[in-house]
């Protein structure tokens, strides 16, 4: 079964801080692609970034970054400079197909807190 | 551009009433998804369609139905509600090939009593 593991429930982290959050996958495909998503109090869910398997650098989208590990089959989110807006829940997600079917997976979410 | 819009934003059910959940998008996506997701959870996939037309069960569909007439709308119906639906519902859509990312509406809050 595809699954996505999202080790902390809850994270939290001072202002202007870096936190990182975890995430495993468990996949047999070699296409596929991850993403890491916000939502914050508001539900809209936001994508932070995202990462195609095959690409060995990781993505960076100004603050956020990642680690791919596709080895390990990890794929870590780094805030660097935290602020009180990126509070959030976060959700790791995994992308693939299987018989031409598109299939996307969540992981439960990380709660992040970040103090003043 | 409105993005994806959800109608309604809450609604209260009783056992057994049906219901239809309406997701719009304005942005010419193929594919359009109904999640749900439910405290402790993420999102797992309901339904989803990759063309006007058409459409797909995913992870949980049972109780549910849906339909996509019109390219920029996806229905979601709940034929006879049951306490287990009560859940927050979003809609994604997504254009068609693999490097893009979904866009979510802003959830439709259902509560079945």
Known sequence: AQTVTQSQPEMS????ETVTLSCTYDTSESDYYLFWYKQPPSRQMILVIRQEAYKQQNAT????SVNFQKAAKSFSLKISDSQLGDAAMYFCAYRFWVGGSEKL????????TVNP | NAGVTQTP???VLKTGQSMTLLC???MNHEYMYWYRQDPGMGLRLIHYSVGEGTTAKGEVPDGYNVSRLKKQNFLLGLESAAPSQTSVYFCASMWAGKIYEQYFGP???LTVT
């Not at chain 1, 989208?61 to 956020?64: A, D, S, T």
């Not at chain 1, 997976?105 to 992040?112: A, H, M, N, P, S």
Request: charged content about 35%; overall charge positive; glycine content about 12%.
């Open chain 1, 13 to 16: 982290v001072q202002e202007a």
């Open chain 1, 61 to 64: 989208e100004n603050r956020f």
């Open chain 1, 105 to 112: 997976v969540f992981g439960k979410g990380t709660k992040l």
């Open chain 2, 9 to 11: 934003k809450f609604r």
């Open chain 2, 24 to 26: 719009a998008q304005d």
């Open chain 2, 107 to 109: 959830g439709t809050r």
